[in-house]
């Protein structure tokens, strides 16, 4: 079984993701890296294939990782394949939100996202998402005002306690 970190653009998924393996001593996967590794940069294939294309590679990524039992940080938008919602079933998934007025720093700090050039775009798409979100979540973590570090100890502690079995 894997360990899921779900959530909108900037919502610090790969960031997190990496610091709460270490924490476990699992191995680290981010399906936007596996795109990247395999195909290329994500906004290259977003402006000559599209976004049903891209959906496509991230879905075999995500099976990829979710063969593993690892700690795994999905591209904001890979929730969105019907496939996937099932087979997310049967993880462990942690949603990392984030408002809009503290991502807004971080968004512009990159532009490496295809479908968040600014703000209104974020929040339009979060609003879309969230029931979505939400929905799939076992468990939800705020992460604005929050340093990294504390947002993976407090999800490795939960971890260990075992209670995302039960809850
Ligand atoms: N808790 C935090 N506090 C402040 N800045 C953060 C925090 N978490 C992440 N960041 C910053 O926000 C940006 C996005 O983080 P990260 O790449 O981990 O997000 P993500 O959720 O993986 O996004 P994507 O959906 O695009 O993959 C980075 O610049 C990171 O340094
Ligand atoms: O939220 C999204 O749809 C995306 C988020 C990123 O992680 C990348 O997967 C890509 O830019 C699409
Ligand atoms: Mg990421």
Redesign the pocket.
């Known amino acids: 079984m894997a360990i899921v970190l779900i959530g909108p653009p900037a919502a610090g998924?790969?960031k997190v993701g990496k610091k709460l393996a270490k924490l476990l001593g699992k191995d680290f996967i981010?399906t936007?890296a596996i795109i990247v590794r395999d195909h290329g940069a994500i906004t290259d294939i977003f402006a000559e294939h599209g976004e049903p294309y891209f959906r496509r590679l991230e879905r075999a990524a995500v099976l990829e990782a979710l063969a593993q039992d690892a700690i795994i940080?999905f591209?904001g938008g890979a929730v969105l394949d019907e496939h996937t919602q099932q087979d997310l079933k049967s993880h462990v998934v942690v949603l990392l939100d984030v408002d809009a007025d503290s991502v807004e720093g971080r968004i512009k700090l990159d532009g490496k996202r295809p479908l968040v050039p600014d703000i209104e775009s974020w929040k339009a798409l979060v609003a879309a998402r969230r029931p979505l979100y939400e929905r799939l979540a076992d468990r939800r973590v705020e992460t604005a005002n929050r340093p990294r570090d504390q947002i993976a100890q407090e999800l490795a502690k939960w971890i260990h306690s075992g209670k995302e079995f039960a809850e």
């Open positions: 998924k790969s981010d936007d940080s591209g």
